[in-house]
Structures are given as structure tokens and as C-alpha cells.
């Protein structure tokens, strides 16, 4: 059993996306007209599980969070996604996507917490609502720095009250006092009237002292809600929040027999209450029924964009919710040309065997899909990774000063190659552009005789040794702006928006992301066996891949070459730094490196690690990898 709250759905749309997706803006003057809603929607999700100090742990929670962000983006939300924040690290998040996102009015703001809540009686009885955030103790434990370390629902309502944007919704799984906001049972009637009145909403799951499963009905009634139309109680099409609330508070109440009282309402505040927030729904009605499937998925070729699925049992295999095909049981299925990010699979069987396996078995298997931009059908040109977004603390306590102070970071889904541009890649861009490299044009490359020497030559084709680099070597001697025009040329060959990782970008990917078990080396803490250093490497850069990969399947994001970065380095950026998707500074001398090198020590391979080059300087030990843009 857990108690937590669901709390943090803060309805704020992200940049924007353009007239057709997700909600519009709706003309007041129009009455009628439902084509828009919002011109941006954004969701700020936030799951809370690894707790301490006297809280039970919350599992269920990276499940429920993982649904709820799936949801909102087949809702056309621009979601991002936060793990296990303290309060310092909630207070920073929030305050980035409010200042990133809630001054378009016309946006809509969603705001999704799940964790712990608790209610504290005062001695002139009033009561006092918390979210509980990752290091604050049990009030039981103590009361004093329970207070000083969670976070009361009066922060909330400052929050909700600095949004310009006109709509907004709280959405709390909690067991919480809720007198932040009144009830209310009405539903709208004229979405075009409620969408241009502002309002901000709250719903929780429960009342205070009641205990909450820690597998989360609520959160299951929410992605109901949210992918079908069953809470649409006037068929319009539109789910408003007033909907919401009532769908959720008479569906969990009867799911939990009656142990679970959802809240919902507005804000005590005339100004701030009276529209409503409205989806968007765009799938068919359906009803909720029981999936079970086989116990054991065995995924292979992965990195090829493709999986094989062997089953125990026989079903109807859905992917992402279509039917891809019936299969019989230990059979082997092909599923061939995915597109990269994050995948659902779900095998319903017939009733006799998921009876047998018991409908509480675990209904569907994510498998992380890499993507590959392929210059020819037989040949994998660049395998692209996908880094979910999400919050985390950027720098280190290193003793480097230009790794302090360590800050709360944002950031949005990015795509990211899984090794070091190689010397074939980098070959194939020179032979279609016949670009020339800015060591070429400057008329001298290095050669390695026993002395270094310049030569008229392509440098990028050598390796340490002066010799021919072999294809899956690393690309080096090459300038950041050679960089920049490889990624240039990519991005037209490929019809996509490739770059330099930024500095943010790259740490949050070598920690391995959202899924980081936070290393001080990329993948863990046993350098040698992550990467090539000057202890290990004997003199020279290695072919990409040999190594351990990261918790993303990211190779040598510690050791072999230093990586160039899109960012101009500032050694006291840290200080100043934007919380949400930082660039670095406007302008300096040197551009950012990370990851250290084969000619460095152990200690250059640091995740946190920061290193500087002038952009027009090239040597043996410095290379890149790219990104591709998502959002």
C-alpha cells in the first residue's frame, strides 16, 4: 500500500507546434467553434518513489508516471519528465517550466506529481497539505525538518497563481487535505466560452489518511480518461477538467470499494475560476478490459530498429495499440523498421488462458528502439539513441570549480548517436560534398615520421600512429567547425535537424538519463572497463563500441576521444546557467569538450568532467557524436 500523491499535471504548452496538433486557441467571439483550443500544451511530470526516512518505497510510481507521459503525448502534450527530486530540485523545476512555458497566454499548462502526501493538524485546526519530496523524513520521525523539507500546498497556489497562462491543472494522486481549492460538480456546457476564461484546477486522488495502492487505480482512470472517450459525459468530443474530476471521483470510488474519495475543483480565487480546462479527445470510445501477457519477452536486434518477440503464449500482439498480428504459443516474431524512442507491446489472450495467468499479471513490455539514418539499404549509416527528457543535477563536487555550483537542469527528448562519428562517416560526407577540412585549407595536415611534420593531406584519415585510420575509428583531427559542417550536411542528406550535442545534453546522456544509476563514469564506476585511457589505450584512440555501453547503450561517452560540444564554455557559467535547456554563454574564446581521451587520465573521463579547445584547433585525441533534434 502507498500514500501518494499524483499531484504535479501542470497544463502548460510547450513550444509551439504548429495549428495542427494538440489543442488550439479558441475565439471567445465565436461561439461554436471547436477547431482550436490551445496553440501550445506542456506537461510537467514529476514520479517521486526512492523515498527514505521513514516512507515506504514507491514502485509503482515509475510505472505510473511512464503511462501518464505516454498519454499526454498521444495527446499532443510537449511532456517532460522528472525522477526522485528533493525539494530544492521540485522548487527548480517548477519554477523553470513555469518561467519556459507559462507566460503564453494561450497555452495550456498541466502539472503531475506522484508520490507521498500527508496532512498535518495545527492547533487551531486547520490542516495543512504536503507533497512529500525525496529526503524529507517522516513527520512521525521529525516534525520540525518534515516541514523545512516537504513542500505545502500554499507553494502550489503561488505557483499556480504566477502562470500567465489562462489555463492550468494541478493534478494530485495524493491523500492530502484539499482545501487549496472548493468543489464544484457543474459541467460546462460551451467549450469556447470556458476556454477563454481563466481558471486553475486541482484534483487529487484521495482525502487525507487514506492509504492509496501502490498500484495506482487513479492513475490507471487517468490514461482511461485520457485515451478514450468514457468520461466525455455530454458526448461533445471535449473532456473538460470539471469532467476529469467527476469521471475520476466515480470511477476509483467504485474500483477501490469505496476507500478512495478523488477532490476536484478550482481555486478559491474569482479571477482564476471560471473556465475550464479542455482535452482534446481523439480516440474512439472502448471499453476497459483486463490484458494479461506471457511472462518472458526475448528482445534482440535492437540497435537495428528491429525486434524479435518470442512468446509463451498465444494471443492477439498489439504494438503502440494497433493489431499487428495472432500468434501461437513459443512462437518467434519479427517486427521489423521501428521508428526510435519508446515502444508498448501488448499480447490479450483468450479469456481461458488469461484467467489461468490471472488479470493482474503485467499487462504490456516498453522496449527502447534505436533508429539508424542509412545512406544505402545494407549499411547502418548512424545509430541514433533516444534520451527520454527529464530534470537532473548537472556538475560534480570534483574540486573543479567550473563543475559549481551543481543546478537543477531541464530537458527535452533528443536523439543522440550511440558512438563517435567514425572515420568512414566522415568520409563518406568529404567524397559527396568535397568539402574540404579547415586544416586542408590552411594547407598542411599531420603525418607522423618519427617527428610530427606538416603535410598537404586529409589529417582526418590518419590515426595516432601516422597510419591510415581504419573505418570504425573515431574521426579526429577535426576542428569544431568542421564539425558543424558535417551536421549541416546531415541534416539535408537526412531531412532532420542534426547538431552538436549541447554540454547539458551530452552529461545528461553519458549519466545515462532518465534511467542514470548515477556513476561517475559513464555506466559505472570501474573506468578502465568503460573506456581507452593513456592507462589502458597504449598510445592511441580505438575502434568505437569496444567498450562497456552505458545504461542508454551509448559506448564511449567516457574515454577514447574528447567530443566536441555546441556550447561556447564559460568556466562560472554554472552559476548563471538557464534551468531549462542551457546553451552556454553567448560568446568566449574556446568551445566545450567532454569525455576525455586516451591521452588523458582516468579522471578526464568524469561525466561531469569540463574541458576547453579553441574551435579552430585539431588534434589525435578529439572527435564528436551528433544529435538529433526531436521536439
Given at each position: 500500500m502507498?500514500q501518494?500523491?499524483?499531484?504535479?499535471?501542470?497544463i502548460?504548452?510547450?513550444?509551439?507546434w504548429g495549428?495542427?496538433?494538440?489543442?488550439?486557441r479558441?475565439?471567445?467571439?465565436?461561439?461554436?467553434?471547436?477547431?482550436?483550443?490551445?496553440?501550445?500544451?506542456?506537461?510537467?511530470?514529476i514520479?517521486?518513489?526512492?523515498?527514505?526516512?521513514?516512507w515506504?518505497?514507491?514502485?509503482?510510481?515509475?510505472?505510473?508516471?511512464?503511462?501518464?507521459?505516454?498519454?499526454?503525448?498521444?495527446?499532443g502534450?510537449?511532456?517532460?519528465?522528472?525522477?526522485?527530486?528533493?525539494?530544492f530540485?521540485?522548487?527548480?523545476?517548477?519554477?523553470?517550466?513555469?518561467?519556459s512555458?507559462?507566460?503564453?497566454?494561450?497555452?495550456?499548462?498541466?502539472?503531475?506529481?506522484?508520490?507521498?502526501?500527508?496532512?498535518?493538524?495545527?492547533?487551531?485546526?486547520d490542516?495543512?497539505?504536503?507533497?512529500?519530496?525525496?529526503?524529507?523524513?517522516?513527520?512521525?520521525?521529525?516534525?520540525?525538518?518534515f516541514?523545512?523539507?516537504?513542500t505545502?500546498?500554499?507553494?502550489?497556489?503561488?505557483?499556480?497563481?504566477?502562470?500567465?497562462?489562462?489555463?492550468?491543472?494541478?493534478?494530485?494522486?495524493?491523500c492530502?487535505?484539499?482545501?487549496?481549492?472548493?468543489?464544484?460538480?457543474?459541467?460546462?456546457?460551451?467549450?469556447?466560452?470556458?476556454?477563454?476564461?481563466?481558471?486553475?484546477?486541482?484534483?487529487?486522488?484521495?482525502?487525507?489518511?487514506?492509504?492509496?495502492?501502490?498500484?495506482?487505480?487513479?492513475?490507471k482512470?487517468?490514461?482511461?480518461?485520457?485515451?478514450?472517450?468514457?468520461a466525455d459525459?455530454?458526448?461533445?468530443?471535449?473532456?473538460?477538467?470539471?469532467e476529469?474530476?467527476r469521471?475520476?471521483?466515480?470511477?476509483?470510488?467504485?474500483?477501490?470499494?469505496?476507500?478512495?474519495?478523488?477532490?476536484y475543483?478550482?481555486?478559491?480565487n474569482?479571477?482564476?475560476?471560471?473556465?475550464?480546462?479542455?482535452?482534446?479527445?481523439?480516440?474512439?470510445k472502448r471499453?476497459?478490459?483486463a490484458?494479461?501477457?506471457?511472462s518472458?519477452?526475448d528482445?534482440?536486434?535492437?540497435?537495428?530498429g528491429?525486434?524479435?518477440?518470442?512468446?509463451?503464449?498465444?494471443?492477439?500482439?498489439?504494438?503502440?495499440?494497433k493489431?499487428?498480428?495472432?500468434?501461437?504459443?513459443?512462437?518467434?516474431?519479427?517486427?521489423?523498421?521501428?521508428?526510435?524512442?519508446?515502444?508498448t507491446?501488448?499480447l490479450k489472450?483468450?479469456?481461458?488462458?488469461?484467467q489461468e495467468?490471472?488479470?493482474?499479471?503485467?499487462?504490456t513490455?516498453?522496449?527502447q528502439i534505436?533508429?539508424?539514418?542509412?545512406?544505402?539499404e545494407?549499411?547502418?549509416?548512424?545509430?541514433m539513441?533516444?534520451?527520454?527528457g527529464g530534470?537532473?543535477?548537472?556538475g560534480g563536487?570534483?574540486?573543479?570549480?567550473?563543475?559549481?555550483?551543481?543546478?537543477?537542469?531541464?530537458l527535452?527528448?533528443f536523439?543522440?548517436?550511440?558512438?563517435?562519428?567514425?572515420?568512414?562517416?566522415?568520409?563518406?560526407?568529404?567524397?559527396?560534398?568535397?568539402?574540404?577540412?579547415?586544416?586542408?585549407?590552411?594547407?598542411?595536415?599531420?603525418?607522423?615520421?618519427g617527428?610530427?611534420?606538416?603535410?598537404v593531406?586529409?589529417?582526418?584519415?590518419?590515426?595516432t600512429n601516422g597510419?591510415?585510420?581504419?573505418?570504425?575509428?573515431p574521426?579526429?583531427?577535426?576542428?569544431w567547425?568542421?564539425?558543424?559542417?558535417?551536421t549541416?550536411?546531415?541534416s539535408?542528406?537526412?531531412?532532420a535537424?542534426f547538431r552538436?550535442?549541447?554540454?547539458?545534453?551530452?552529461?545528461?546522456?553519458?549519466?545515462?538519463?532518465?534511467?542514470?544509476?548515477?556513476?561517475?563514469?559513464?555506466?559505472?564506476?570501474?573506468?578502465?572497463?568503460?573506456?581507452?585511457?593513456?592507462?589502458?589505450?597504449?598510445?592511441?584512440?580505438?575502434?568505437?563500441?569496444?567498450?562497456?555501453?552505458?545504461?542508454?547503450?551509448?559506448?564511449?561517452?567516457?574515454?577514447?576521444?574528447?567530443e566536441?560540444?555546441?556550447?561556447?564554455?564559460?568556466?562560472s557559467?554554472?552559476a548563471?546557467?538557464?534551468?531549462?535547456?542551457?546553451?552556454?554563454?553567448?560568446?568566449?574564446?574556446?568551445?566545450v569538450?567532454r569525455?576525455?581521451?586516451?591521452?588523458?587520465?582516468?579522471?578526464?573521463?568524469?561525466?561531469?568532467?569540463?574541458?576547453?579547445?579553441?574551435?579552430?584547433?585539431?588534434?589525435?585525441?578529439?572527435?564528436f557524436?551528433v544529435?538529433?533534434?526531436?521536439?
Amino acid at each position: 500500500m502507498r500514500q501518494y500523491i499524483f499531484i504535479f499535471f501542470l497544463i502548460l504548452c510547450f513550444l509551439s507546434w504548429g495549428q495542427d496538433r494538440g489543442f488550439r486557441r479558441v475565439s471567445p467571439s465565436v461561439a461554436g467553434d471547436l477547431s482550436a483550443l490551445y496553440h501550445e500544451n506542456h506537461a510537467l511530470i514529476i514520479g517521486n518513489s526512492r523515498y527514505t526516512e521513514g516512507w515506504p518505497m514507491l514502485s509503482g510510481v515509475q510505472e505510473d508516471v511512464k503511462e501518464v507521459a505516454k498519454a499526454l503525448k498521444n495527446q499532443g502534450f510537449n511532456v517532460l519528465l522528472a525522477h526522485d527530486l528533493n525539494k530544492f530540485q521540485m522548487d527548480s523545476a517548477m519554477t523553470s517550466f513555469i518561467s519556459s512555458y507559462g507566460t503564453n497566454q494561450e497555452a495550456g499548462l498541466l502539472f503531475y506529481f506522484a508520490g507521498h502526501g500527508h496532512t498535518i493538524q495545527t492547533n487551531y485546526g486547520d490542516k495543512l497539505g504536503y507533497i512529500v519530496p525525496v529526503g524529507a523524513p517522516s513527520p512521525n520521525l521529525n516534525p520540525m525538518e518534515f516541514q523545512s523539507k516537504a513542500t505545502e500546498m500554499a507553494q502550489i497556489e503561488i505557483y499556480a497563481k504566477r502562470i500567465e497562462s489562462k489555463h492550468a491543472i494541478f493534478i494530485f494522486d495524493a491523500c492530502f487535505s484539499g482545501s487549496i481549492f472548493s468543489g464544484t460538480r457543474a459541467i460546462p456546457e460551451v467549450i469556447s466560452y470556458k476556454t477563454a476564461q481563466p481558471v486553475r484546477q486541482f484534483i487529487s486522488s484521495g482525502t487525507e489518511n487514506e492509504k492509496v495502492s501502490d498500484e495506482s487505480v487513479f492513475r490507471k482512470q487517468f490514461v482511461e480518461a485520457m485515451t478514450t472517450s468514457n468520461a466525455d459525459f455530454n458526448e461533445d468530443g471535449y473532456l473538460t477538467g470539471t469532467e476529469l474530476g467527476r469521471f475520476l471521483q466515480s470511477t476509483v470510488i467504485n474500483y477501490t470499494k469505496d476507500s478512495q474519495h478523488p477532490q476536484y475543483g478550482k481555486i478559491n480565487n474569482p479571477a482564476l475560476n471560471k473556465g475550464d480546462f479542455v482535452f482534446m479527445l481523439n480516440a474512439e470510445k472502448r471499453s476497459s478490459t483486463a490484458i494479461a501477457t506471457a511472462s518472458t519477452y526475448d528482445y534482440s536486434d535492437v540497435d537495428l530498429g528491429s525486434i524479435e518477440l518470442t512468446t509463451e503464449l498465444g494471443g492477439d500482439l498489439y504494438l503502440d495499440g494497433k493489431l499487428l498480428s495472432s500468434v501461437s504459443p513459443n512462437t518467434i516474431v519479427p517486427i521489423n523498421n521501428l521508428a526510435s524512442g519508446l515502444h508498448t507491446l501488448e499480447l490479450k489472450g483468450p479469456e481461458k488462458w488469461r484467467q489461468e495467468v490471472g488479470v493482474n499479471a503485467n499487462s504490456t513490455s516498453e522496449v527502447q528502439i534505436t533508429s539508424n539514418f542509412s545512406s544505402n539499404e545494407d549499411l547502418p549509416f548512424i545509430q541514433m539513441v533516444f534520451v527520454q527528457g527529464g530534470t537532473f543535477d548537472m556538475g560534480g563536487k570534483s574540486g573543479d570549480q567550473d563543475e559549481l555550483p551543481i543546478h537543477a537542469v531541464t530537458l527535452n527528448d533528443f536523439e543522440i548517436s550511440a558512438y563517435e562519428i567514425t572515420v568512414s562517416q566522415f568520409r563518406e560526407f568529404i567524397q559527396e560534398t568535397g568539402y574540404k577540412t579547415e586544416a586542408e585549407i590552411e594547407g598542411w595536415s599531420w603525418i607522423f615520421d618519427g617527428e610530427w611534420k606538416k603535410k598537404v593531406g586529409y589529417d582526418w584519415e590518419l590515426n595516432t600512429n601516422g597510419d591510415i585510420a581504419g573505418d570504425n575509428e573515431p574521426v579526429t583531427f577535426v576542428s569544431w567547425g568542421d564539425s558543424q559542417r558535417f551536421t549541416e550536411w546531415l541534416s539535408t542528406k537526412f531531412n532532420a535537424r542534426f547538431r552538436l550535442p549541447t554540454e547539458a545534453e551530452w552529461e545528461y546522456a553519458a549519466r545515462g538519463g532518465v534511467h542514470s544509476g548515477r556513476w561517475d563514469y559513464a555506466g559505472g564506476e570501474i573506468a578502465p572497463l568503460l573506456g581507452w585511457f593513456k592507462t589502458n589505450a597504449e598510445g592511441g584512440a580505438h575502434q568505437v563500441g569496444e567498450q562497456r555501453a552505458n545504461e542508454l547503450n551509448l559506448y564511449d561517452m567516457s574515454g577514447n576521444v574528447w567530443e566536441w560540444c555546441l556550447d561556447w564554455y564559460g568556466e562560472s557559467y554554472y552559476a548563471r546557467s538557464s534551468s531549462s535547456n542551457p546553451k552556454g554563454v553567448l560568446s568566449s574564446e574556446f568551445r566545450v569538450l567532454r569525455g576525455g581521451s586516451w591521452n588523458n587520465s582516468e579522471e578526464s573521463g568524469r561525466v561531469t568532467n569540463r574541458h576547453k579547445n579553441r574551435p579552430n584547433e585539431r588534434d589525435s585525441f578529439t572527435g564528436f557524436r551528433v544529435v538529433r533534434e526531436t521536439y
